[in-house]
């Protein structure tokens, strides 16, 4: 049973800074971990997908500001968010999916099976 937990997420103020973290258990490698978000009205879009001993992906949307990594000892995904913009404003989610060693992650939401209860980030101007 696959199981994932977010949390970290919080109001903070344009420029501000937060930090997200997802435990995940129930699944061996080879899998893709990733987080998404949705704010209201708008569909849910892929933010960042990593997996071990690769690269991480992330969504020209928050290039240079949002840094994924994974914590393989503590089963642990975080997302270290700078420089928060009112366009942050979402409900971010963790979600993996099984994925062959020798493929790239997915970043579509349709593509993964397993998603975290999800947790509020708003960032006000």
């Known amino acids: 049973q696959v199981q994932l937990v977010e949390s970290g997420g919080g109001s903070v103020q344009a420029g501000g800074s937060l930090r997200l973290s997802c435990a995940f258990s129930?699944?061996?490698?080879?899998?893709?971990l990733a987080w998404f978000r949705q704010a209201p009205g708008k569909e849910r879009e892929g933010v960042a997908t990593?997996?071990?001993?690769?690269?991480?992906w992330y969504n020209d949307s928050v290039k240079g500001r949002f840094t994924a990594s994974l914590d393989l000892g503590k089963n642990t995904l975080s997302l270290q968010m700078n420089n928060l913009k009112p366009d942050d404003t979402a409900m971010y989610y963790c979600?993996?999916?099984?994925?062959?060693?020798?493929?790239?992650?997915?970043?579509?939401?349709?593509?993964?099976?397993?998603w975290g209860q999800g947790t509020q980030v708003t960032v006000s101007s």
């Open positions: 979600a993996t999916t099984r994925a062959a060693a020798d493929s790239a992650c997915p970043n579509a939401q349709s593509d993964f099976a397993a």
């Open positions: 129930g699944w061996t490698y080879p899998y893709c």
């Open positions: 990593i997996r071990p001993r690769d690269s991480t």
